[in-house]
């Protein structure tokens, strides 16, 4: 039972333009939600974050966007650039975070 | 500082051998998550220590085990491995009550063969 689906395995974007990645969940206990970057043979990063009592968390050229009616969140890059290629997951935990669950990923390449 | 740390990097086993993974946390972090990423299936929830204690597990078999030391580092035991236990195994920390983002290790990729 996957509690946070990301679909879309793998995105292609041009350097410039404005990268969408999206994250749905199932949980209604999520009450935070966290985007993380991963480069090839690195750990994941940590990205952004969003709490639930926010729709919208803004962090340089990253957005997340939050629908709780809907479970579903995004993340914006915007301009993307050829060093934001990586794998992003979506990931989301219940109060005090004990318990992170991440999504499949989506790989993003930005071509220059 | 030093991040979290993960050894080895690579380990190749034999099918129904056991596999030791090691941890060591941040300095100041007593939390200690293992998560494996086989491919394509993302990142599923193996086990977290705290203050010495297992306190959650994921939907993974007893042959998973581990342990967190004295020092808050970290082992994953795997027993009796199998083929589909071919994954990357991540360790991430975090503080005690700390923020909800955690610090990831680099991984150890381990190889049933």
């Known amino acids: 039972d996957q509690q946070v689906k990301q679909n879309s395995p793998s995105l292609s974007v041009q350097e410039g333009r404005i990268s969408i990645l999206n994250c749905d969940y199932t949980?209604?206990?999520?009450?935070?939600f966290l985007w993380y970057k991963k480069y090839p043979a690195e750990g994941p990063t940590f990205l952004i974050s969003?709490?639930?009592?926010?729709d919208k968390n803004e962090d340089g050229r990253f957005t997340v966007f939050l629908n709780k009616s809907a479970k579903h969140l995004s993340l914006h890059i915007v301009p993307s650039q050829p060093g934001d290629s990586a794998v992003y997951f979506c990931a989301a935990s219940p109060t005090g975070g004990f318990k992170t669950i991440f999504g499949a990923g989506t790989r993003l390449f930005v071509k220059a | 500082e030093a991040g979290v740390t993960q050894s080895p990097t690579h380990l190749i086993k034999t099918r129904g051998q056991q596999a030791t993974l090691r941890c060591s946390p941040i300095s100041g972090h007593t939390s200690v998550y293992w998560y494996q990423q086989a491919l394509g299936l993302g990142l599923q929830f193996l086990l977290w220590y705290d203050e010495g204690e297992e306190r959650n597990r994921g939907n993974f078999p007893p042959r998973f085990s581990g342990r967190q030391f004295p020092n808050y580092s970290s082992e994953l035991n795997v027993n009796a491995l199998e083929l589909e236990d071919s994954a990357l195994y991540l360790c991430a920390s975090r503080e005690t009550g700390g923020g909800y983002g955690y610090t990831f290790g680099s991984g150890t990729r381990l190889t049933v063969v």
């Open positions: 969003i709490s639930s009592i926010k």
């Open positions: 949980n209604s206990m999520f009450d935070y």
